[in-house]
Structures are given as C-alpha cells and as structure tokens.
C-alpha cells in the first residue's frame, strides 16, 4: 500500500487542520490496513524459485551512511529520493538506530507523508523480505510493482524508541526492478528510518568488457560525460545519421537534455549510464559504487524517460566489486572500449585496424566535430559501419 492508497482508503478532509477529523481518518488508516493485512497475505517462500540463491541486502545506502554529495543528482539522501527533497528529509546525526547517521524526515506541510523511496533491482519469481528500524507515528514501510498487492508494515507509534518493522513481497514473472517506500503520515511529525534491508537473492556479477563479441561488420562509437556540447558536433551527427551511443554524467544530461534527444535520434542511438560523480570507482566500497551506479540510473531514468541498460566506469577503473554494484542495479554489461579518437587521438589498443564489434571512445569535447569524421574514416577504411550499442548487448 502506497501513500497514495494510503490517501484514497483514508480520504483526507477538505480542512486538514480539524482535530476532529484527523482522529477519524486515523482510525479509518488503522482499519484499512488492518484489512489489506488480512487480504493480502505475504507469499509463501514456496513462491520464489531462486530461493536456493545466496541471500544478501540489495537495498542502497541501507544504513544511511554514505554522506551527502554537493551534486544535485544526489539530493539530500544518496540511494534515496523524497518528495519534500532537502526541505523534508536529510540525514541525521541524532541518536542513529546504528553507525553514525539514519534518515530524518519532517514533512513540511499537512498534505506530506515525507515519502522517500527508491528502486531497488530484483529477479523475477522471487521472494524478498524487506525491513527497516523506525522511529515516530505512524510510520510505513512497503514496495510497488510487486507480483500482487503487498501490505505494508507500520507502526502507530515507536514511543521514542526505534521499532523494526517487516514485509515480504514477491516480485512478477517479467519484474527487474520494484520501489521500495517509507513514509509517515499526515500531520503526525517528524520520523527516522534506519538499517533498511531487501533480503533476497544475490544477482549474477555483471560482465565487464572492451569490445561486443560480433562478426557484423560493424563498430560502436561512444561519447562520454557531456560538459561541452558543440553545434559543430551535433551537426555532424545529425548530418551522417550516426548512431551514438552516449555515456552523459546527469548533471550535464540534466542540463542540457535536448541536446542528447537530439543527438541521439538516429536509429540504434541510446543514454546510458557513465556514474553520477565521475568518481575513480575501485577506490570505492561495494555501498558507495551501489548508489554512484544506481543514483544515476534513476537521475537519467527521469530526465529521458528510459532506464540505461549499459554502465561505463569512469576512467575505466573497475573491479569485482563494480561488477556487483552495477548487477545490483539492474546492469549486466559493464563496458570500456578498445580504441580512443578522443581528443585528436587515433588509438587502437590491439593489432591492426579497427575491426568487427570495437568499442570506440570518444568525449562530448570541443574537438569531437573533428573527432567523429576521423574515427568515421577509420571505421570505412577497415570495411566497418557504426551500429547502435544496444541492440547488440541483450
């Protein structure tokens, strides 16, 4: 149950502030859940065919301890997005349920629950139990998009303390991701949250690469991060009907998203996903990769209206630990390149000429309207056509 349901099962009253009314529509909540908790029973664990799989928390920034960035993709709690944004909820240093920080949210007006959620990465046909520890009145925890209506688990009141509440949910057939949620409710003061956890099975690492095994004869040309955006170079792209694969930081995407639409018209184009700070990753923790990877995701996910399906490390630092954190959020390709025409380079890192499935590297540059003709002769001289990326990892 969402917020939203929440709303329409306890309808709220034209005058929010009568006292009168908020004792009703708290009663009216406590029999609607009460009701869909009898409904909606939790699945058996008889429902998840991956049940053998190694179970681990798949949830980000779990515990509410990775400190916020001064990027605005990040807002004021990395991992998570809250409807009051920075105004309503932010971590808090104030008697943690554990380490040093949880989330803390005080809903700005009469009409906010202070909902924070995010999209947490899962198999299909499988069952997860997810929990939190809480702290405050009537605070909820649950997911969407399951595979049937789930009840929440709530809470009327943790009486200062922290309480750990817990549901188990099922997600569908075809599912890949669900939104988990937490949320207080109307006009009944500030809450925290923390220890979150998505128990269920551990996804495959994914696979990490420099080239896309083909015999087409074909090569895929990558641009990177997005600062500088030329007219020149937009030209050109538009003009060859080149299919551009584009690897944009979100703020610069966030920006600018016309210009990546546009330059990703032609057919085969798509945005993936090139991290949120641009940050050498294989200095970072499995936690801190997770929200680097996910956080833009769900930035670009907003922006362009379709999830990427491709991560490019930034400078093309990973490890085994990103294969994890990039198949924690819903990747299973982890892509580098083999040749580099950035910057008036002209470098294939293997013998001969271009060849069949090379990923080549360019950047969103001031050179780029150069760049592209030069890495375009390369590709005609060894008999080669760029190709949409995409298409070509399932």
């Known amino acids: 149950m969402s917020s ?128 939190a520890w809480v702290r405050g009145k009537y605070v909820f925890l649950g997911a969407t998009g399951t595979d049937r209506p789930t009840a929440p688990a709530w809470t009327e009141n943790t009486n200062g303390g922290w309480q750990r509440l817990t549901t188990r949910f099922t997600s569908g057939p075809t599912a890949s991701t669900v939104r988990l949620y937490v949320h207080g409710w109307y006009q009944q003061g500030p809450f925290a949250v923390d220890d979150v956890q998505v128990d269920g099975a551990l996804p495959a690492p994914a696979t990490g690469a420099g080239s896309v095994p083909t015999s087409d004869k074909v090569v895929f040309f990558t641009v990177d991060d997005g600062w500088q955006r030329t007219p020149e170079a937009e030209r050109f792209i538009t003009d060859h009907k080149l299919p551009i694969t584009a690897f944009p930081l979100p703020m610069p995407a966030a920006a600018d998203p016309g210009f990546f639409q546009r330059v990703t018209a032609a057919p085969g184009s798509s945005i993936q996903n090139h991290s949120v700070s641009h940050a050498d990753l294989s200095t970072l923790s499995l936690a801190e990769q997770q929200v680097e990877i996910c956080d833009a995701r769900d930035a670009l996910t907003r922006t362009f209206g379709t999830t990427p399906t491709v991560f490019r490390p930034p400078y093309f630092a990973w490890n085994a630990v990103t294969l994890q954190a990039a198949a924690n959020c819903g990747f299973r390709h982890v892509l580098t390149a083999n040749a580099d025409f950035s910057w008036g380079a002209s470098n294939v890192w293997h013998e001969g000429t271009l060849s069949p499935g090379d990923v080549v590297l360019l950047h969103w540059t001031d050179t780029l309207a150069t760049d592209l003709p030069r890495a375009l002769a390369a590709a005609e001289a060894a008999g080669l056509k760029p190709a949409g990326l995409a298409s070509y990892l399932r």
């Not at 400190?67 to 997005?81: D, F, K, T, Y």
């Open 4 to 131: 939203r349901l929440s709303a329409r099962l306890s309808p709220r009253p034209a005058s929010p502030r009568a006292t009168s009314r908020v004792a009703a529509r708290l009663s009216a909540l406590a029999a609607s859940a009460a009701l869909l908790a009898a409904g909606f029973a939790a699945p058996a664990s008889a429902d998840a065919p991956n049940a053998s799989a190694p179970s681990v928390n798949i949830a980000t920034n779990p515990g509410f301890e990775i400190p916020a960035s001064s990027l605005a993709e990040w807002g004021s709690v990395p991992g998570w997005r809250c409807t009051g944004g920075p105004a309503e909820a932010a971590l808090t240093t104030v008697a943690p349920h554990s380490g040093t920080s949880a989330l803390g949210v005080t809903p700005a007006g009469d009409d906010s629950t202070g909902e924070c959620v995010q999209t947490v990465s899962v198999q299909p046909n499988t069952t997860y139990t997810a929990s």
